[in-house]
Nanobody, 116 residues
Framework: QVHLAESGGGLVQAGGSLRLSCVAS?????????MAWYRQAPGKQRELVAI???????NYADSVKGRFTISRDNAKNTVYLQMNSLKPEDTAVYYC?????????WGQGTQVTVSS
């Protein structure tokens, strides 16, 4: 079993920054593990924001390129999402995601609210 513990959400003004963290614990298998951040705004489907592979390849949604950065610290089993230049349209619940050995795991979600 894998547990994902998220933190870092909150309320910020447009143009501000937040850093989300997700710590994985439990039965961790590093080989072929992928971690990602998703988000879901009210009335919308959950969408992929950023993804990072075990080889540290990254990919981003077009809407966040140049503003968000995903990274990982394997020694701490932690993935981060640095969010800069936040916009009101970034408001959503952000979810940490991990897949390993054909199993998928989700964090509980953390609310990010960006005011005008």
């Amino acid at each position: 079993q894998v547990h994902l513990a998220e933190s870092g959400g909150g309320l910020v003004q447009a143009g501000g920054s937040l850093r989300l963290s997700c710590v994985a614990s439990g039965s961790i298998f590093s080989v072929n593990a992928i971690m990602a951040w998703y988000r879901q705004a009210p009335g919308k489907q959950r969408e992929l924001v950023a993804i990072i592979t075990n080889g540290d390849n990254t990919n981003y949604a077009d809407s966040v390129k140049g503003r968000f950065t995903i990274s990982r610290d394997n020694a701490k089993n932690t993935v981060y999402l640095q969010m800069n230049s936040l916009k009101p349209e970034d408001t959503a619940v952000y979810y940490c995601y991990r897949t390993q050995a054909a199993f998928t795991y989700w964090g509980q979600g953390t609310q990010v609210t960006v005011s005008s």
